[in-house]
């Protein structure tokens, strides 16, 4: 049997949270599945990592950004084309409030 980490109560207030209805079957389902996960982090944590250096990304990756330069884009006329709404040079969009 797992310790018992999360009660009911704990699962009650974690699908509050959620905002999520969780019958009482469920309560004792996650609240069994809970423990068990818990546990498991456990197990995990006794795990001898002594000299392993921690890994934050499992590729070695540096800058991935490029340099902003300027590029020629579409031209006005035809990033319009094909929009429903237009006025002048823009692209007229409903208002949102």
């Known amino acids: ?27 004792e389902l ?6 068990g996960i818990l546990e498991y982090f456990k197990k995990i944590d ?3 990592t002594e000299g392993v250096e921690p890994t934050y ?11 902003d330069e300027v ?9 319009l084309k094909n929009a429903p709404k237009k006025e002048n040079k823009f692209l007229k969009a409903p208002r949102i409030v």
């Open 1 to 27: 049997m797992n310790r018992q980490y999360l009660s009911k109560k704990d699962v009650d207030h974690i699908a509050l949270l959620a905002h999520i209805e969780v019958s009482d079957e469920e309560k």
């Open 30 to 35: 996650f609240t069994e599945q809970f423990n």
């Open 46 to 48: 006794e795990i001898d």
């Open 57 to 67: 990304h499992v590729l070695d990756l540096i800058n991935v950004s490029r340099k």
């Open 71 to 79: 590029e020629p884009s579409l031209p006005t006329e035809e990033a």
